[in-house]
T-cell receptor, first 115, second 112 residues
Framework: GAGVSQSPSNKVTEKGKDVELRCDPI?????LYWYRQSLGQGLEFLIY????????KSGLPSDRFSAERTGGSVSTLTIQRTQQEDSAVYLC?????????????FGPGTRLLVL | SQKIEQNSEALNIQEGKTATLTCNYT??????LQWYRQDPGRGPVFLLL?????KEKRKERLKVTFDTTLKQSLFHITASQPADSATYLC???????????FGSGTKLNVKP
């Protein structure tokens, strides 16, 4: 079956531009996470969606970052007025609440480079 | 919050030996702890989960231990193979069950 997919796989942008990153979770998975991974670093939690509940946005580093999840499926992470320090790999993961809730299935990530 | 420490230095071992990776945490003991494998250019892949009331968990050549007194988990790969070469991350569920804290990972190199 299809896993978590993310697009684009790579994105190069200029400082100050806005970018949108997309995540398609596994069908039926109600929980969705966004993480950021800088070179040689661990995963930094950004935001969590669960069903129709209000998302946990506590990991978003600034108000330039926002995310939404439409119809309980596809999610978009938007970074406005990008800065060079936003350069990183952005990973999306989904999981199934209930059985195996704790297991996250990750996408391949979007590599963002801000020049 | 939680601080997770994994050895940032790569672990180099010979094929056939047992690799042991360490994950230490500093604050509250989580209800469970996970280990993931990450290959270059890919997202992490779940390997094993161990709960706080479990001392040890095994899956094929993998073994995980969880010592809540030491605040430490050990991850073992027995009879290691070059294909086991990757970065291994440990992750702990956060204090509100919505967050997961990941370590920075330890890179394992298995030489033939």
């Amino acid at each position: 079956g299809a896993g978590v997919s993310q697009s684009p796989s790579n994105k190069v942008t200029e400082k100050g531009k806005d970018v949108e990153l997309r995540c398609d979770p596994i069908s039926g998975h109600t929980a969705l996470y966004w993480y950021r991974q800088s070179l040689g670093q661990g995963l930094e939690f950004l935001i969590y969606f669960q069903g129709n509940s209000a998302p946990d946005k506590s990991g978003l580093p600034s108000d330039r970052f926002s995310a939404e999840r439409t119809g309980g499926s596809v999610s978009t992470l938007t970074i406005q007025r990008t800065q060079q320090e936003d350069s990183a790999v952005y990973l999306c993961a989904s999981s199934l609440v209930g059985e195996g809730f704790e297991t996250q299935y990750f996408g391949p990530g979007t590599r963002l480079l801000v020049l | 919050s939680q601080k997770i420490e994994q050895n940032s230095e790569a672990l180099n071992i010979q094929e056939g030996k047992t690799a042991t990776l360490t994950c230490n945490y500093t604050n509250y003991s989580p209800a469970y702890l996970q280990w993931y494998r990450q290959d270059p250019g890919r997202g992490p892949v779940f390997l094993l989960l161990i709960r706080e009331n479990e001392k040890e968990k095994r899956k094929e050549r993998l073994k995980v231990t969880f010592d809540t007194t030491l605040k430490q988990s050990l991850f073992h790969i027995t009879a290691s193979q070059p294909a086991d070469s990757a970065t291994y991350l440990c992750a702990l569920e956060g204090d509100n069950f919505n967050k997961f804290y990941f370590g920075s990972g330890t890179k394992l190199n298995v030489k033939p």
